[in-house]
């Protein structure tokens, strides 16, 4: 079930850095053809800060961990007849029981990349509650898996199409540290405040390495989340983003999406209606959080020889 690269594999049986990179963003996040050009960069920027990426997906029923340039192509080519599935805990043991083609989310990645040995993990914006979650109980699984799976997520916060507040709440409940790196804002993916605090700030790798080696020496299963914000040159104002979140999310309403589709929809809604703006900034922040996973990972290494 579990297809490991032979040079991922390697890499982790000698203790080099290794990043794992989720599938959904290419799959379902992003537009084609910039996901998988996204995909293929993100991965040289986690090479070229001295770390071994890992990007992870379920192709015809294995997880495998360590896509190759073909199989990234391949989960990020739009196919029409066999769309590749969004995957998250819930939904792994089916597509693998069904050898289907499928992209990990955060929460999904998380699990395949702990059951590969991997500790570090970069993404652009995790799931979280949604707004008016209070009623709808839509929740993202991704908070869930935060709780109980021990990895550290780097990412630029969530996206203001989710109510932040209640996704920081959740997240203090199911006792998942949020780590501002060089920041005491948690970031809201294209701007980099969302008017809500961190709980706590560090400033370099080895002190996020060793917050993520003492949590787990303690026994405290879960993961940690380091927010990183959007490198200021490519970071939008919350005015430019704000009406075509609100706009989006009033065409998810009136055409009654729900579920696993919201995230999918309300993503493809704001790339499509900023002309370009948001994706150029999606891609340079997923690029940056790269580079930090990829620096952490190498404190990480060399920390547990
Ligand atoms: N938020 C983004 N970009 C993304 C996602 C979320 O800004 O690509 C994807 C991630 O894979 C995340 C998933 O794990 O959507 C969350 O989906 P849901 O809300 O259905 O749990
Ligand atoms: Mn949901």
């Not at 959740?170 to 970031?187: A, D, S, W, Y």
């Not at 075509?244 to 999310?249: E, G």
């Not at 009136?254 to 579920?259: D, F, I, L, R, T």
Request: net charge neutral.
């Amino acid at each position: 079930m579990l297809a490991i690269a032979p040079h991922i594999a390697h890499a982790l049986a000698s203790h080099q850095p290794v990043v794992a990179l989720e599938s959904t963003l290419i799959s379902h996040g992003m537009p084609y053809p910039s996901n998988i050009e996204t995909a293929l960069g993100v991965e040289d920027v986690v090479r070229a800060n001295g770390a071994i990426p890992a990007t992870i997906a379920v192709i015809a029923g294995k997880i495998c961990v360590g896509l190759s340039k073909d199989e990234i192509e391949h989960i990020g080519t739009p196919n029409p007849r066999h769309p590749v599935i969004k995957l998250s805990r819930r939904d792994l043991p089916y597509a693998i029981a069904t050898q289907k083609n499928g992209a990990t989310t955060v929460a999904a990645t998380m699990i395949c990349a702990q059951k590969a040995g991997i500790q570090i993990f970069a993404t652009g914006g995790i799931g979280g509650v949604h707004r008016h979650g209070e009623s709808t109980l839509d929740i993202s699984a991704d908070l869930q898996e935060l709780s109980r799976t021990n990895v550290g997520v780097v990412c630029s916060g969530a996206k203001a199409i989710l109510d932040i507040g209640r996704t920081l709440e959740v997240l203090e409940t199911l006792g998942v540290p949020v780590i501002g790196f060089q920041t005491n804002q948690f970031p809201a993916f294209y701007y980099r405040d969302s008017g809500y605090k961190v709980d706590f700030q560090l400033d370099t790798p080895e002190e996020i390495a060793r917050l993520l080696n003492i949590k787990w020496q303690l026994g405290l299963n879960g993961g940690v989340l380091i927010a990183n914000p959007v490198p200021i040159k490519n970071a939008l104002l919350r005015e430019d983003i704000e009406e075509l979140i609100t706009q989006a999310l009033q065409e998810a309403e009136s055409s009654g999406v729900k579920g696993k589709e919201i995230t999918p929809y309300l993503l493809s809604k704001i790339a499509q209606n900023s002309g370009g703006l948001s994706l150029k900034c999606n891609i340079a922040l997923i690029k940056d959080n790269a580079r930090v996973a990829a620096k952490i990972a190498k404190t990480l290494s060399t920390q547990n020889p």
